[in-house]
């Protein structure tokens, strides 16, 4: 059996997984590209193979300090009141699909044991190790050092269509010249480079039973008609077959494949 390691060859499994040459798959070259691509996407999104954690570092230069310090001004709808809004983020790339947060890039306020930042996080700690092991679990799962909690979250936040990564704080003050900012994130795996995710069982179903679905739909707008032979078209057939396998596969996705969220404990 061919393993696909292609869009071109999975496009082949699917049609000759449907029948072909044997039947006719009356579907449009870009109708299954389209099914495909949806496939993919939906596999980067959910599937715990689809995609990575990574750390990407980005140099702090001074052209992102001075847009930090600018900001962007907007209108009410009833055009009374303006806001504003800094400008103090960072180009994420488009194939990241998280953020989990950022590592600490300078020690200010962590080097100087009365700093009143450094008294507030140590009294945090004692009371998060002392009282409630569920809190320093939670802790633990979101600080990589005791150092890092001493000096604070930076907040952080990040949305995939904007590919911004807006970082409050002060920029001039917490931000230093030519230093990196670390960030945790996930990302999405192209297919182009790891090939494998073609060969995927649930890849290959799941595109298989799009095709199917689009082909069942194409067919209903011909119910009924005789074919030479006396072969009757069956489209809706076809279609209830393919929207109840993806039915399937969408639960198996997102009870089986799909990394599960934290629990929210408190």
Excluded at 1 to 30: H, W
Excluded at 47 to 71: F, M, P, W
Aim: with cysteine.
């Amino acid at each position: 059996m061919a393993q696909p390691n292609s869009k071109a060859t999975l496009k082949e499994y699917c049609l000759r997984r449907l029948g072909k040459p044997v039947l006719e798959i009356n579907v449009s070259d870009d109708q299954v590209d389209d099914a495909i691509d949806y496939t993919l996407q939906k596999f980067q999104q959910y599937h715990y193979d689809g995609a990575e954690r990574c750390y990407l570092k980005h140099k702090v230069t001074q052209d992102v300090i001075d847009r930090s310090e600018s900001n962007t001004t907007s209108t009410s709808k009833a055009g009374n009141d303006s806001w504003t809004e800094g400008n103090g983020y960072i180009e994420i790339p488009d194939h990241i699909l998280s953020v989990e947060g950022i590592f600490s890039f300078t020690d200010k306020g962590t080097s100087n044991m009365f700093d009143i930042r450094y008294q507030m996080r140590l009294n945090d700690l004692y009371d998060f190790t002392s009282t409630q092991f569920y809190h320093y679990y939670m802790i633990q799962q979101h600080l990589s050092t005791i150092d890092f909690l001493l000096e604070g979250i930076k907040p952080v936040r990040y949305h995939a269509v904007q590919d911004r990564l807006y970082l409050d704080f002060d920029w001039p003050q917490d931000a230093q010249l030519d230093q990196y900012i670390v960030i945790k994130a996930w990302r999405a795996l192209d297919p182009v480079t790891w090939t494998e995710i073609y060969n995927q069982m649930w890849v290959k179903d799941y595109a298989s039973a799009k095709i199917k679905k689009q082909w069942g739909q194409n067919l209903t707008k011909f119910q009924g008609v005789q074919m030479p032979g006396g072969v009757t078209l069956n489209g809706e057939m076809i279609y209830n077959d393919a929207v109840e396998e993806l039915k399937n596969l969408d639960e198996q996705l997102r009870t089986t494949w799909e990394t599960p969220p934290l629990d929210m404990i408190g």
